[in-house]
């Protein structure tokens, strides 16, 4: 069974993390600057380690920029 588009597979593609955020009310735009930061950043955390779920960091970065 594949991972793929599930948030487990890092680097995603920018199609998914465009879906990602139209899914969640967010527009396209948006989906590309987390895709372009998190590209510059090698698609790492804070702390130097490879995401393990971009889905669940997407999140976090819609949550916020809604608060």
């Not at 735009?29 to 380690?49: I, P, Q």
């Not at 669940?56 to 949550?63: F, K, N, P, R």
Request: glycine share 6%; aromatic share 18%; with cysteine.
């Amino acid at each position: 069974l594949s991972s793929e588009g599930y948030g487990k597979c890092v680097p995603p593609l920018l199609s998914q993390v465009a879906i990602y955020f139209i899914q969640k009310g967010r527009s396209e735009a948006e989906a590309n600057c987390f895709y372009e930061y998190f590209s510059a950043r090698k698609w790492e955390n804070s702390r130097g380690s490879l995401l393990k779920d971009w889905k669940m960091t997407a999140w976090e970065w819609i949550w916020n920029r809604m608060n």
